[in-house]
């Protein structure tokens, strides 16, 4: 018989959003009390890769910006419902940011430039060929597709088109991916395509995703009674093997200064976030380049090696974390004390800051994107001082203006390449006397795009296991994009009520493929 629900309790290694999820629907869906719940995070935060912190006179940091929709994101929607916000008292997270995209609408003027000019988005650029290359990609099945990469599926001329600059950047796609990842988020944003040039059906949360998200789903957790150890780090997890499969019966942890374990009860669960695509990030300064620690770098995804030694059902880390110069780009964020940046860009897109989104830069050889996000962008933020963030799909590459490779610009050097590059010449000196920007390398950001194949990554709930799941970026869901929230709350809505037996559907997965008024817009963009 199994323990009655008030005598369980679970162990959830990784402070991100899957496991934050987790929390709020073992307390919500399972039953369990908050005290029952026992988070785990290396760091000295919680939020993983949803960051964000800072102030106007240290600068502030974002690794990376998150986009939403209604239609795809059930599972998020989901979540957020029922999760109270800290800014409007009597409103869920989910009506915060639903009141803000009716406020604050997305419709780019400016979604790509070249020599300092509008490029003409009117027409995606490609080829009958392409089109054909496109539609086979949909219709053709993700098993025989393998571990081929996109550019084996592409003619070279499709990675000119201004499809692929817009598709790339948006989702940071590179020719040397997945193609099987690719064609997923082919189905999964197919309803997309035809408000693709403008980014009209991307929605965005009031602040950065720290302050918008994490911290009320934390100050909520914590109000339930969950405990949460940050600044200790899950090292191993001891199985027993028996006639129902296997189980994990001890979780070994530090906190740096000690060796620890945890011996699970019956009817105890681990959820495991196995890798973190901001794992050994580093950050630089306005007078430095960030520097990759090595260390860092062959410590990511330990414990996820730690385990699938000795367990072929657990996935192949190294498929994902094997390869940094195939997985990294950099980032940056900038804090300005002077007007005149968000001016002139606001004049040159035609958006005011928040309703354009990524302008991308299909010249610059490190293929360069920005977004003026609506200010205040931080909670702390106050007025007069104005937050934007942008990156680099090729940080090996030499700038066109700075002549050394994005990896080793301070950040100073990129904002200088960027504003060059966006003929704001006569204003360089003006603009970079109070500005701070502040660069981020990321061996791993795009670790989850790797070519792999049918068991590299582990099912949430690997066959012959009693009491553990895996969640987050780097399980597998059939079907779903991974590089999304959405991804990693459908992993822990998933986890809940498989573990737990919850009668009640994870949210349905929207495929709009299946619906002829969506397939027939897209193609008819794509005649364009």
């Not at 995070?41 to 960051?51: I, N, P, Q, R």
């Not at 102030?55 to 795809?72: K, L, W």
């Not at 699938?308 to 880390?317: I, L, M, Q, T, Y």
């Not at 996000?373 to 909670?379: E, I, M, N």
Request: proline fraction near 5%.
């Amino acid at each position: 018989v199994a323990p009655a629900v008030e005598e369980r309790n679970a162990y959830l290694v990784g402070g991100g959003i899957a496991s934050l999820a987790s929390a709020a629907y073992l307390i919500r869906d399972a039953g369990l009390a908050g005290r029952q719940i026992h988070v785990f995070e290396e760091l000295d935060a919680l939020g993983g890769s949803l960051d964000g912190e800072g102030t106007p006179q240290s600068g502030y940091v974002i690794r990376g910006g998150r986009m939403f929709t209604d239609e795809a994101y059930t599972c998020t929607n989901d979540l957020l419902s029922f999760i109270p916000s800290l800014q409007n008292p009597g409103e869920s997270v989910r009506d915060e940011m639903r009141a803000f995209n009716a406020r604050v609408r997305s419709h780019s003027r400016s979604r790509l430039v070249r020599a300092g000019e509008k490029v003409d988005v009117s027409t995606f650029g490609l080829s009958n060929q392409d089109r054909l290359d496109l539609l086979q990609l949909m219709t053709q099945s993700e098993e025989s597709l393998g571990t081929k990469r996109i550019e084996d599926h592409f003619q070279p001329s499709f990675f000119t088109t201004n499809f692929w600059y817009m598709w790339a950047t948006t989702f940071a796609f590179q020719p040397w991916h997945s193609v099987a990842e690719c064609r997923r988020y082919v189905l999964r944003f197919i309803q997309e395509v035809p408000r693709f040039a403008t980014l009209g059906g991307v929605k965005r949360t009031p602040y950065n995703q720290y302050d918008a998200i994490v911290l009320p789903l934390t100050t909520w957790l914590k109000q339930q009674g969950v405990q949460f150890r940050v600044n200790c780090q899950a090292t191993g997890l001891d199985f027993q093997r028996g006639a129902s499969g296997k189980r994990v019966e001890r979780l070994r942890f530090s906190d740096g200064d000690s060796e620890s374990t945890a011996a699970l009860a019956e009817g105890d669960v681990v959820f495991v976030t196995n890798g973190s695509m901001t794992a050994a990030s580093s950050l630089g300064s306005m007078t430095s380049p960030p520097r990759v620690d090595p260390k860092e770098v062959n410590r990511s995804s330990r414990l996820w090696k730690s385990i699938a030694a000795g367990n072929s059902d657990f996935g192949k880390p190294e498929v994902f974390f094997g390869n940094v110069d195939e997985s990294k780009w950099l980032s940056f964020t900038a804090t300005l004390h002077d007007p005149t940046f968000f001016a002139l860009m606001e004049a040159f897109t035609g958006n005011v800051a928040g309703t354009g989104g990524l302008v991308t830069l299909i010249d610059s050889n490190w293929l360069m994107s920005v977004v003026l996000p609506h200010q205040p962008h931080f909670l702390n933020q106050p007025a007069g001082v104005n937050v934007f963030w942008g990156y680099g799909l090729f940080p090996e590459a030499q700038g066109n203006y700075v002549d050394k490779p994005m990896s080793e610009c301070t950040g100073a050097e990129i904002l200088v390449e960027l504003w060059r590059h966006l003929r704001f010449d006569d204003h360089l000196p003006r603009m970079l006397e109070s500005a701070n920007c502040i660069p981020c390398m990321m061996p791993f950001i795009t670790s989850q795009f790797m070519p792999r194949a049918r068991g590299d990554r582990p099912l949430v709930r690997p066959t012959g296991t009693t009491n553990l799941a895996f969640i987050g970026q780097y399980c597998e869901i059939p079907d779903d994009v991974v590089f999304t929230v959405e991804y990693s709350v459908r992993s822990a809505q998933t986890a809940v009520y498989s573990l737990f037996g919850v009668d009640k559907r994870v949210s349905p997965l929207y495929k709009g493929q299946h619906d002829v008024g969506v397939l027939l817009n897209a193609m008819k963009t794509m005649l364009q």
